[in-house]
């Protein structure tokens, strides 16, 4: 199978030649990798340059954008930029953070579970994180959910769902749109990822809204915002998270927001979220 890679970065150099290293190391090669320079201030962009040298199927895009790093839509926009120096002959596309070491094969496992079956639509592996010398499981989500960070799409799945959403909540609508219309979302355990920045370390303060803003976007509804951001505050063992997310979710209903989903898909997300909920509490 061919894909394609599409890597926005701010300001990652860092950690983006460890990426670009894993990459160059994949047992299944990218047919082209695309590195969008968002608005870095630092030497990202010699770094990316560097690899060029050596690699014809790697390319670079500058992207004027804000500095200031917001979650959702400053990444997705960058991707876009990406997106749009592409042509469609790929089988699957690949959204991919600029601070991760992928195992050698993750990108033939991928490829290998999209030929499994024509209705996968997704597929993705599981972010460490290191902690106290060991990489250990950045637990911040289902395992039945894929990460932002390094997002397979089939293109047929990526066409329907429309692209990605530059909005808060794009890496679970594009999952919870895949459901809608018939795809499986696939994560496999056995490919682990080393995520070297923990997720929304460089997000502001003026950011902490935003996550219940996304579920108000989503079409959850309070009820299932409610036990939502209960759980994910609790996951990231900061309870008065859970203040910010409701406040964040009353403040864009308050300001009737448009929702990133139709009436009927937010029908079928909620009660696809309501599902879960339920056989997690009778499982």
Request: aromatic share 12%; hydrophobic share 40%.
């Amino acid at each position: 199978m061919h894909y394609y890679l599409i890597i926005p970065a701010h300001n990652e150099a860092q950690y983006i030649a460890l990426t670009l290293q894993s990459i160059e190391a994949q047992t299944l090669p990218a047919r082209k990798i695309v590195v969008v320079n968002d608005h870095s201030t630092d030497e990202t962009e010699e770094i990316v340059n560097s690899f060029i040298q050596r690699n014809p199927n790697l390319s670079l895009v500058n992207n004027i954008s804000e500095a200031e790093h917001q979650p959702g839509s400053k990444v997705i926009r960058a991707f876009q930029k990406g997106l749009d120096t592409l042509d469609g002959d790929y089988d699957f596309i690949v959204k991919l953070d600029a601070d991760l070491i992928l195992p050698a094969n993750y990108f033939e496992t991928i490829a290998a579970h999209f030929q499994s079956d024509s209705k996968i639509g997704m597929v993705g592996g599981f972010a460490y994180i290191q902690k106290n010398d060991q990489w250990i499981l950045e637990n911040l989500t289902d395992k039945d959910h894929i990460r932002g960070a390094f997002k397979a799409y089939r293109k047929a799945c990526f066409e329907q769902i429309g692209g990605l959403k530059p909005a808060m909540g794009w890496d679970t609508v594009d999952e919870l749109l895949a459901k809608f219309y018939g795809w499986k979302v696939v994560t496999d355990e056995t490919l682990k990822v080393k995520h070297l920045k923990p997720t929304g370390a460089s997000y502001n303060k003026t950011a902490r809204f935003k996550q219940g803003e996304a579920f108000y976007s989503l079409g959850y509804g309070f009820w299932i915002t409610t036990i939502a951001s209960a759980k994910l505050a609790m996951m990231k063992k900061k309870p008065l998270l859970f203040l910010d997310y409701i406040r964040g979710f009353w403040k864009a209903k308050s300001a009737k927001k448009p929702l990133l989903v139709t009436e009927e898909q937010a029908k079928f997300i909620r009660s696809y979220r309501l599902a879960k909920m339920k056989n997690k509490v009778f499982r």
